[in-house]
């Protein structure tokens, strides 16, 4: 998982790339790792760090 630091980084370039507010933006992460983790408990899975892929 990141830590903190880096989530708050993430949310900050999402707002400024997407144009949404901060707060929107870190929602929109928060509900990203809910999926994840709800998808874990749905598969009965763990997660497997991968590197992401190039655009």
Same mark, same amino acid.
Request: net charge positive.
């Given at each position: 998982?990141?830590?903190d630091?880096?989530?708050k980084r993430a949310a900050r370039e999402l707002a400024? =790339? +997407?144009g949404i507010s901060y707060t929107a933006a870190?929602?929109?992460?928060?509900?990203?790792?809910i999926?994840?983790?709800f998808a874990m408990l =749905? +598969?009965?899975?763990?997660?497997?760090s991968r590197p992401a892929e190039a655009a």
């Open positions: 998982m990141t830590t630091k880096h989530a400024a =790339r +997407d870190l929602l929109c992460l928060a509900r990203r790792r999926d994840v983790l =749905r +598969d009965g899975t763990f997660y497997e």
